[in-house]
């Protein structure tokens, strides 16, 4: 059978269709899963994992829904990760260097060994962005980090103890609320309409007969 | 590189022959006679022997899809538990079932509000739809643009079938949405001067796509989920709502709790109910793959249906036209639409156009089926067929780059298999992405027939008619998550009087299938897909 590969789920082995990923390997072994399955798709982080190909040293992460399946895999889901999560205001805190330091303040324990870095399924530079919250800069922080999934798999490789993912998510509420520029025609047109600038306009096309809203419809101007 | 076949190769290559004479010329429009034609020879919505009548319930005579008939009349999940509805192990203001946008967004306004809310989700928050929404959020903030002109797009794209007072809300609140958003901290794409970067869907008619990268729904959804721990709002996560409970009076009062994990069972007693518990995609309609995460199995519409409430466009799905094709690990996932908003083609397999890239989803996917199954005009995959997605046209068009800075998304999901979008297009057939149908509510988000009974977010039904646009979704669950929040959390303040906890109504329910003869020979709501092998 040269379409079948050998794995290990938790040790004990089975043999897949190489075609698989290592999520529907599992489900093709027989696991209803229930937890460490979610969008499926490589977006919410569910289904953080590890694994060593039998015969070599190095441990490798990836999300179980993104990754195919090799001969000699061995395999470890990690579907829960004890991240430290700070709970703060965000209407009150500021985007200050001393924030991190309060609510975080572990971040400055790194000891550099980019553990983290590499274990990231999603390629991002971990240690990079983790050194930009050490210094405050928090759009270089939360931009270096946007593709972050919140896996944790990073968190579980780092002897320094750092919850990464939930050091990334403040930095970048914080750029998001406070540093990114203010976007000043959605702020008016939220006071348009509250003023009610626009209820002349809305009742005008609601009220008017069916065949005037289609041919309104099929005429409208398109914005290039 | 892919392994790709010899055949897929070949038709590659005509690809790329002929897009310097498609970048140049663009396909037209179609016709309204045209789509109209189009959609009723090709869409699956269409296809009559997929339907089956209903005979129980709100919406008896009734036609849905067999998958969601047999739930529907499927059988209550409670006789195999013992519950005791007299000693309830939570008793809360506001109970949100579901752990999506549209469920956080109720939670944190009714917080707002002084509610004791309370999530309970069947897997962890943020395990939605909400979080895989990678194109963008729609609203008329721009100079050029009007909440008017945002309903005349959103009720044309619907067939003119929208339930107006919803549409209405949608369009009229949806600056104040990204505003809500963008003040908890969301990162939207904006210029320098704080301008919103904003581009087109299929079939709006002003840019007003705003994103944040392709990563649209997750930024919202983890900054939402960050929200509602921050406030200390408790989430009973992986804990399913198999039953709404009712009062005395009639009205929603509570559901019965099954823990996934330990088949628990607990009992939740509410003065309101927020059900806001996603889509369908699951259950694979007619066979379809589908773009949606794992728990979308129409848990609310059942749970409400049983509940006495009446379901509005059920029969209407969206099959988004660009769902993954090859490679088959990655089958069905969504190709996100923001990919021809930045001008990538579709074309068959000779390198040909066959529509303008972005008509509405719902046209565009029919004729995609049309190129495959009518015209024969597509490319065999490992899972069945395809068309190609020009990608390589965007980075031609905006600049090199411009994958990278605006899809980093898809270029990460396709170059794990070796394939490069910036460099090959690549192929697509339409998958299940949205259920447009669903529970028939009020302007403030209470069930039409089950007082007490809030919905929020893909399980309504009627905001956006038969067919959705683009970045329409995500608007509405903030829209509606929040409105839900802040209605039900008003009426609680009003004063509710709960009257004493049942489930007779379940009783009832069962009583009329069996005595119009309907044995489906399914328990629901489904909570789960089985994937599982079955050849064992």
């Known amino acids: ?224 | 590189m892919y392994q790709y076949t010899e055949e897929q190769l070949n038709s590659m290559k005509k690809v790329e022959a002929t897009r310097k004479e498609r970048t140049a010329n663009l396909f037209r429009r179609m016709t309204a006679e045209e789509k109209q034609s189009v959609l009723q020879e090709y869409h699956p919505d269409y296809i009559e022997g997929a339907y089956e009548t209903l005979k129980v319930g709100k919406n008896k005579g009734g036609k849905v899809l067999h998958e969601l008939a047999s739930l529907l009349q499927g059988k209550s999940r409670i006789h195999d538990y013992k519950i005791d509805l007299e000693n309830p192990n939570y008793d809360v203001d506001v109970l949100v079932i579901g752990g999506g946008g549209a469920g956080s967004s109720a939670a944190i306004t009714a917080d707002d509000n002084g509610a004791k809310v309370m999530i309970v989700t069947k897997l962890r928050i943020g395990d939605a739809n909400t979080m895989m929404a990678e194109g963008g959020i729609q609203a008329a903030d721009k100079p050029n643009d009007s909440p008017a002109i945002h309903y005349l797009d959103a009720f044309g794209g619907g067939h003119f079938a929208a339930k107006p007072c919803l549409l209405e809300k949608l369009v009229c609140e949806a600056p104040d949405a990204i505003r809500w958003l963008n003040d908890l901290g969301v990162m939207f794409d904006k210029t320098e001067d704080g301008t919103m970067v904003t581009t087109h869907g299929g079939g709006t008619s002003r840019k007003r796509m705003h994103a944040c990268k392709d990563y649209s729904g997750a930024e919202i959804m983890r900054t939402l989920r960050d929200e509602v721990i921050n406030r200390g709002i408790p989430v009973v996560d992986f804990t399913a709502a198999i039953e709404i409970i009712k009062d005395s009076n009639g009205n929603a009062a509570g559901a019965v709790l099954l823990n996934m994990e330990t088949g628990e069972i607990k009992v939740a007693k509410a003065k309101t109910v927020v059900i806001a518990t996603g889509g369908a995609g699951r259950l694979h309609y007619q066979g379809f793959p589908t773009s949606n995460h794992y728990g979308a199995t129409a848990d609310g519409l059942v749970l409400a249906y049983r509940a006495g409430a009446k379901l509005m466009y059920p029969e209407t799905l969206q099959y988004h036209p660009t769902g993954v094709a090859e490679p088959t690990q990655i089958f069905g996932a969504l190709v996100t639409e923001k990919v021809r908003s930045l001008g990538a083609q579709l074309v068959n397999k000779d390198g040909e156009p066959f529509v303008y890239s972005l008509e509405t989803r719902d046209v565009t996917a029919s004729t995609i089926i049309r190129e495959c199954k009518g015209r024969k005009n597509s490319v065999k995959t490992t899972d069945g067929e395809g068309v190609w997605l020009d990608t390589p046209m965007i980075d031609q068009i905006n600049g090199e780059g411009t994958i990278e800075k605006r899809i980093p998304a898809m270029l990460r999901m396709f170059i794990k298999y070796g394939i490069d979008i910036r460099k090959d297009p690549i192929l697509i057939y339409p998958t299940l992405h949205y259920q447009n149908g669903g529970i028939d509510i009020k302007a403030n988000g209470e069930s039409e027939d089950v007082g007490n009974l809030f919905v929020a977010g893909e399980a309504v039904g009627g905001i956006h008619g038969k067919n959705r646009l683009m970045g329409n979704s995500l608007l509405d669950i903030i829209v509606f998550g929040r409105n839900a929040g802040k209605f039900a959390s008003a009426k609680v303040k009003e004063g509710i009087e709960v009257g004493t906890l049942t489930l007779d109504h379940v009783d009832a329910f069962e009583k009329e299938l069996k005595d119009a003869g309907v044995d489906t020979g399914i328990v629901s709501p489904k909570l789960l897909p089985d994937y599982t092998r079955k050849d064992m």
């Open chain 1, 1 to 224: 059978m040269e379409n079948m590969v050998n794995v290990y789920l938790f040790g004990k082995q089975y043999k897949v269709p190489k075609s698989l990923t290592i999520m529907k390997a599992m489900e093709y072994a027989g696991y209803k899963l229930i937890r460490g399955c979610g969008c499926r798709n490589g977006f919410c982080g569910a289904c953080a994992t590890i694994y060593r190909i039998k015969g070599q040293t190095a441990l490798k992460t990836c999300l179980a829904c993104q990754q195919q399946v090799e001969e000699g895999m061995y395999v470890a889901t990690l579907p829960f990760f004890p991240l430290v999560k700070q709970v703060y205001d965000i209407q009150k805190i500021k985007p200050t260097e001393q924030i991190m330091m309060q609510l975080y303040p572990e971040i400055y324990s790194c000891i550099g060994c980019n553990a983290c870095t590499k274990a990231c399924p999603q390629s991002l530079k971990v240690m990079q962005y983790i050194a930009y919250a050490q210094r405050g800069e928090y759009e270089n922080c939360a931009e270096e980090s946007f593709d972050c999934v919140m896996c944790g798999i990073c968190s579980s490789r780092c002897p320094a103890g750092i919850s990464h993912p939930q050091v990334a998510i403040l930095a970048r509420r914080l750029y998001g609320k406070y540093i990114a520029p203010k976007c000043e025609h959605l702020l008016e047109r939220v006071q348009e309409i509250n003023d009610g600038k626009f209820n002349d306009d809305m009742l005008d096309i609601m009220n008017k007969p069916l065949e005037e809203q289609k041919a309104l419809y099929n005429t409208r101007e398109i914005e290039k």
